[in-house]
C-alpha cells in the first residue's frame, strides 16, 4: 500500500536524518603496546553513495601514505556489519552478499573467498583498530574514489529495495537499475537493467510493490522521493513476465505526490504521466489513453481509477478529472459538481473517489478552509 503524500515525505525526512549518523558502540579489547599517532588537522570526510557517514569518536587518518578507516565507521554504512573476533586476531566485514575478513598487522587478507593484498595493513592506533580503507571497500563489493586534494573518499556500493513476489524476493540495485530475484537459499538471479536508477543518497528512502497479473506476470512498482525538499517523485512500472521484463515506464511528478493505481480488474495500469497502457497476463497491451488528448491540457497526470466505463485522472495541478466513456466527455470534477472556484488549492482539490455502484460514483469532497466533507454522486453517462 503506497503511504498518503504527508506521510510518504515525512518518513523520508526522518530516514535522512537518521542514517547520517551510526555509531558502533563495541569496542575491541586494546593491548599494551599500542602505536599512537597525532590526529590530522584537515578532516578526512567519507560519503557512502552520497551520504555522510561520521563516527563521532574517531576519524579517518593516513599513515604511510595509506588511508586507513576506523573498524567502526564500516558498521556506519547502512546495512553493513563488522565484527572483530580478539582471539584470531582478526576483523569480519559483511554487506549483503559480501563478506571479507583481515588479520591485524597483516595486508593480505580475504574477500568474497578469493584472496587480496593491499598496501596497508591493519593497525591499532591511539587506542582503536584501523583498517586499510581499499579493504573496508571490497569487502563490502563497492568502488571508492579518492580525492586527495580535499581529502574525500566517495564509496558507491549497492543499495536494495525489495518486495516480495511469487515464491521469491524482487531486489532492485538503486545505483544501477538492476532488478534481481532472489528464492531464499539461492543466489540471486538477474532479471535485467530497469530503467529506476535511483538518486544517491535518496535510496533508502524509495519503496516497492509487486501486484500478480495472470499467472505467470507481476508489475513491479517502485516509487522514489528526492531533492531538497523532496519535492520531485519518481514511479516506476516494471512488468515482469517469467523472469523478464517486458514493458518499463516512468512518471515524474514535481511538487505532487501521486496516487497512480496498479491494476484494472485483471490488467496491470502503467504510466509515464501522460499515456497509460493496460496490459494484461500475457504481455500483451490491449488498451493505450492519452492524458493530455482527453483532458484536452498539457500536464502530467496521475492515474486514479481505470475501467471499461470511465478513467479517473489527477493533473500536476491537482484537479481530478473524469473521462466518461459513455457520454463521450471528459471534465474536472470540481466543474461538474460546480464548487465553489476558491475551493481547488494548489495542488489538491478535496476530491477523493471512494467507491462505485452500477453507474454512479461517489466522490468524498473536504473543503479546504473548513475541513467540512461532504459525499457527491456522478453518474456515468448521465444527463
Not at 503524500?5 to 586494546?30: E, H, N
Not at 538492476?178 to 535485467?192: C, E, M, S, T, V
Request: aromatic residues 10%; charged residues 15%.
Amino acid at each position: 500500500m503506497k503511504l498518503p503524500s504527508f506521510a510518504k515525505r515525512t518518513a523520508a525526512a526522518i530516514l535522512i536524518t537518521s542514517t547520517v549518523l551510526t555509531c558502533y558502540t563495541a569496542t575491541p579489547t586494546v593491548h599494551a603496546g599500542v602505536v599512537t599517532v597525532q590526529q590530522q588537522a584537515k578532516p578526512i570526510f567519507v560519503y557512502f553513495n552520497n551520504l555522510q557517514i561520521t563516527i563521532p569518536s574517531m576519524k579517518p587518518v593516513i599513515k604511510d601514505g595509506n588511508l586507513l578507516f576506523p573498524l567502526n565507521l564500516i558498521s556506519g554504512i547502512p546495512g553493513a556489519s563488522v565484527y572483530f573476533d580478539a582471539h584470531t586476531q582478526t576483523v569480519q566485514a559483511a554487506y549483503e552478499s559480501h563478506k571479507g575478513s583481515l588479520r591485524i598487522g597483516e595486508q593480505s587478507g580475504t574477500v568474497d573467498g578469493h584472496s587480496m593484498s593491499f598496501t596497508g595493513k591493519a593497525v591499532r592506533l591511539n587506542n582503536q583498530f584501523f583498517i586499510p580503507a581499499r579493504f573496508a571497500v571490497a569487502a563490502i563489493g563497492g568502488t571508492m574514489v579518492w580525492d586527495a586534494k580535499n581529502r574525500i573518499a566517495s564509496i558507491v556500493g549497492s543499495q536494495y529495495v525489495t518486495a516480495s513476489g511469487k515464491g521469491g524476493q524482487y531486489r532492485l540495485d538503486g545505483t544501477t537499475g538492476a532488478l534481481y530475484y532472489k528464492i531464499q537459499g539461492q543466489p540471486q538471479k538477474l532479471i535485467g537493467k530497469s530503467i529506476a536508477k535511483l538518486n544517491l543518497g535518496y535510496i533508502q528512502m524509495a519503496t516497492m510493490s509487486v501486484i500478480s497479473i495472470g499467472k505467470d506476470s507481476e508489475l513491479v512498482t517502485i516509487s522514489h522521493v528526492h531533492g531538497e525538499p523532496l519535492i520531485n517523485d519518481e514511479e516506476y512500472t516494471v512488468f515482469v513476465k517469467k523472469g523478464a521484463i517486458v514493458y518499463q515506464m516512468q512518471a515524474h511528478y514535481w511538487q505532487f505526490s501521486p496516487r497512480n493505481t496498479a491494476t484494472a480488474g485483471d490488467l496491470a495500469v502503467m504510466t509515464d504521466g501522460r499515456k497509460i497502457q493496460l496490459v494484461n497476463g500475457d504481455a500483451k497491451i490491449v488498451k493505450t489513453y492519452s492524458l493530455p488528448e482527453l483532458a484536452g491540457l498539457d500536464s502530467t497526470f496521475d492515474v486514479e481509477a481505470v475501467h471499461s466505463d470511465f478513467l479517473l485522472f489527477r493533473s500536476a495541478e491537482g484537479l481530478l478529472y473524469i473521462a466518461d466513456f459513455k457520454s463521450g466527455m471528459t471534465t474536472a470534477l470540481y466543474q461538474t459538481f460546480e464548487l465553489d472556484q476558491k475551493q481547488p488549492g494548489p495542488f489538491y482539490d478535496g476530491i477523493m473517489f471512494k467507491e462505485q455502484d452500477g453507474n454512479k460514483l461517489y466522490f468524498e469532497v473536504t473543503d479546504s478552509r473548513d475541513g467540512h466533507k461532504d459525499i457527491l454522486a456522478y453518474e456515468i453517462g448521465g444527463a
